[in-house]
Nanobody
Framework: QVQLVESGGGLVQSGGSLTLSCAAS????????IAWFRQAPGKEREGVSC????????YYADSVKGRFTISRDKAKNTMYLQMNSLKPEDTAVYYC??????????????????WGQGTQVTVSS
């Protein structure tokens, strides 16, 4: 059984930083593409960042480029999202995702079958 468990969300002031973690069980994250998505109230889920499992290339949405960094720790089977210079518009529930059939990076939500439960990030102005 695949489980993704996120942690690290919280309330932070504008300009602050947070690091989200996503610990996996039942699946080896290093073998597959991984991604972070977010969903703000009243908005659709959007892709934030992803890593390919083939060449470990990373991709970021324009809205977070230069501020967020995605990574994974093979030994801990955990993925991370380091978020710096946070803005109020980054407020959302953040989800990690992966899929056994996906090797290349993708920010399309329906490419992923396995999702974490979500962690709330709130950035105050």
């Amino acid at each position: 059984q695949v489980q993704l468990v996120e942690s690290g969300g919280g309330l932070v002031q504008s300009g602050g930083s947070l690091t989200l973690s996503c610990a996996a069980s039942g699946i080896t994250l290093d073998y597959y593409a991984i991604a972070w998505f977010r969903q703000a109230p009243g908005k659709e889920r959007e892709g934030v960042s992803c890593i390919s499992s083939t060449d470990y290339s990373t991709y970021y949405a324009d809205s977070v480029k230069g501020r967020f960094t995605i990574s994974r720790d093979k030994a801990k089977n955990t993925m991370y999202l380091q978020m710096n210079s946070l803005k109020p518009e980054d407020t959302a529930v953040y989800y990690c995702a992966t899929d056994r059939n996906l090797l290349h990076s993708s920010l399309v939500s329906y490419d992923y079958d396995y999702w974490g439960q979500g962690t709330q990030v709130t950035v105050s102005s």
